[in-house]
């Protein structure tokens, strides 16, 4: 059973710092992409960044303040958030999926997801 498991959301202040971890079970995803979407309440989930080998990409709205990476050995992802704003508030979703994308729908595995509050 395939699984992707979500840890190291919490509560910061804004102008400080989480890193999320993404572990996967029951298949290895080193040739997935994988990605991170996040949803605030009332929104729809949105793309955040994601990776495929070296490949990286990034919404605009987290570009030079998130950086994804992965760890193909323990079949990791995680995502380095600093600077973070209020607005970064959500919940965080990790996916896999076989191309590297920003739609919900192009991704087949999905977490359940780890809160992020940031305080202003």
């Known amino acids: 059973q395939v699984q992707l498991v979500e840890s190291g959301g919490g509560l910061v202040q804004a102008g400080g710092s989480l890193r999320l971890s993404c572990a996967a079970s029951?298949?290895?995803?080193?040739?997935?992409?994988m990605g991170w979407f996040r949803q605030a309440p009332g929104k729809e989930r949105e793309f955040v960044a994601a990776?495929?080998?070296?490949?990286?990409d990034y919404a605009d709205s987290v570009k030079g303040r998130f950086t994804i990476s992965r760890d193909i050995a323990k079949n990791t992802v995680y995502l380095q958030m600093n600077s973070l704003r209020p607005e970064d508030t959500a919940v965080y979703f990790c996916a896999a999926g076989s191309i590297l994308g920003w739609r919900t729908y192009e991704y087949d595995y999905w977490g359940q997801g780890t809160q992020v509050t940031v305080s202003s």
């Open positions: 990776i495929r080998w070296s490949i990286t």
């Open positions: 029951g298949r290895t995803f080193s040739n997935h992409c």
